[in-house]
């Protein structure tokens, strides 16, 4: 899961600058989302390549 812990810190590294303290413009929420709708779609293409890769070794194995 060392996805996970490189998802949260490019989170926070990329964090909107918070023009005022505590508060997110519009601006700032849009970034927020659109990055982690990113990385979300790249945690599910890992997965499914992963998941591929493993139906074909099997499926090697299987192989006389």
Not at 35 to 61: C, G, I, K, N, P
């Amino acid at each position: 899961m060392k996805f996970f812990f490189f998802r949260e810190t490019l989170i926070r590294a990329v964090r909107p600058g918070l023009h005022t303290f505590g508060q997110y413009d519009n601006e700032d929420v849009r970034i927020h989302r659109r990055l982690r709708q990113f990385l979300d779609e790249v945690f599910f293409a890992t997965l499914d390549a992963y998941e591929t890769a493993s139906r074909h070794l099997l499926a090697a194995r299987e192989r006389p």
